[in-house]
Nanobody
Framework: QVQLVESGGGLVQAGDSLRLSCAASGRTFSSYSMGWFRQAPGKEREFVAATTSSWMAGTTYYADSVKGRFTISRDNAKNTVYLQMTSLQPEDTAVYYC????????????????WGQGTQVTVSS
């Protein structure tokens, strides 16, 4: 029902910023909560950030590792969710995935029904 396509990844140096975008299809985008996850080489996929659907108050969750550096936002008119990343570090290197959930908001993988293909973020020291 929902198709997600991430973009905006690339190769940057430590301290740089990037903004990832996730374009969604479908007429019900605004009813889904949205999340960002990442998977580094040799590691499990982990939660990064999430936000409630447009019908809710706009609550956001962040992993401790990115809190204060990353910001999730959404533009329902454009069917797009963003992840603004600042002060990037080599530890942030991973494939970043956008995902959609029917839950109010969630930090866990099993609550997300739809996933994008991922976009690579590489941070050099």
């Amino acid at each position: 029902q929902v198709q997600l396509v991430e973009s905006g990844g690339g190769l940057v140096q430590a301290g740089d910023s990037l903004r990832l975008s996730c374009a969604a299809s479908g007429r019900t985008f605004s009813s889904y909560s949205m999340g960002w996850f990442r998977q580094a080489p040799g590691k499990e996929r982990e939660f990064v950030a999430a936000t409630t659907s447009s019908w809710m108050a706009g609550t956001t969750y962040y992993a401790d590792s990115v809190k204060g550096r990353f910001t999730i936002s959404r533009d329902n008119a454009k069917n797009t969710v963003y992840l603004q990343m600042t002060s990037l570090q080599p530890e942030d290197t991973a494939v970043y995935y956008c995902a959609a959930s029917r839950t109010y908001i969630s930090t866990i993988i099993r609550d997300y029904e739809y996933w994008g293909q991922g976009t690579q973020v590489t941070v050099s020291s």
